[in-house]
Every structure is written in C-alpha cells, then in structure tokens.
C-alpha cells in the first residue's frame, strides 16, 4: 500500500484544517489506518486510528474532542478534520495502515507515506 497525505498548509491558532490521507494500492486485509505527526526535533507520534471495515475510532488524549478522522473505504480515503488547533499542533503530518489489532494503538502500523506539513501560528 503505497499511502500520501494532503492538505497541509499555515493556519492561526484556532482555525481547522482537513487532511487527506490517499490509499493506492491492495488495501484489501487493512484493519485501521493511523494518523501520526512529527514535531520539529521530537519523535513521530500516533495520535488517531480508524477501523477499516467498522470505523471504530481512537484518539489520544491530546487530540481528543478537537480532532476527528474518518474514511471513505470507496476512495480509499481517510480523512483528519482538526478543530481548534494550536501552535503545539504543528508538524509533519502522515498516515499509516496496519493489518491487525494490537492492545497498544500506537505499534503495528507500516507503509508510512509522505507527510505534510501543518503550521499553526499563534
């Protein structure tokens, strides 16, 4: 699966952003797809999953209540609208696919795909 993400761009603290997440490729057998970002000089860190097939989401705490992902399994297509966002948000967004569960949500995921970069101005 060969995955890239779209939508990017530099935003005040406050606004929403959408990002895509494009699928090309044999997503048949996918359980979820993942949302991580990259902070300048931090490590690359999960912050949302959805279930391929049920749509079941996860969140983490930082992310959870301004963020939403979603899919359309027919575009092969997973979305992450985010809502109030803040400077701390910023980064290289991108996305992921992993094939099974996994009692942590942010381990088994591969085929990373080019990220892009959101910027939140204060």
């Known amino acids: 699966v060969q995955l890239q993400a779209f939508g990017g761009g530099l935003v005040q603290a406050g606004d929403s952003l959408t990002l895509s997440c494009a699928a090309a490729?044999?997503?048949?057998?996918?359980?979820?797809m993942g949302w991580f970002r990259q902070a300048p000089g931090k490590d690359r860190e999960f912050i949302a999953r959805?279930?391929?097939?049920?749509?079941?989401?996860y969140y983490v705490d930082s992310v959870k209540g301004r963020f939403t992902i979603s899919k359309d399994n027919r575009a092969n297509t997973v979305y992450l609208q985010m809502n109030g966002l803040k400077p701390e948000d910023r980064g290289v967004y991108s996305c992921?696919?992993?094939?099974?569960?996994?009692?942590?949500?942010?381990?088994?995921?591969?085929?990373w795909g080019q990220g892009t970069l959101v910027t939140v101005s204060s």
């Open positions: 490729g044999r997503t048949l057998g996918t359980y979820g």
């Open positions: 959805i279930s391929w097939n049920a749509g079941n989401t």
């Open positions: 992921a696919h992993k094939l099974t569960w996994t009692a942590d949500e942010s381990v088994g995921y591969t085929s």
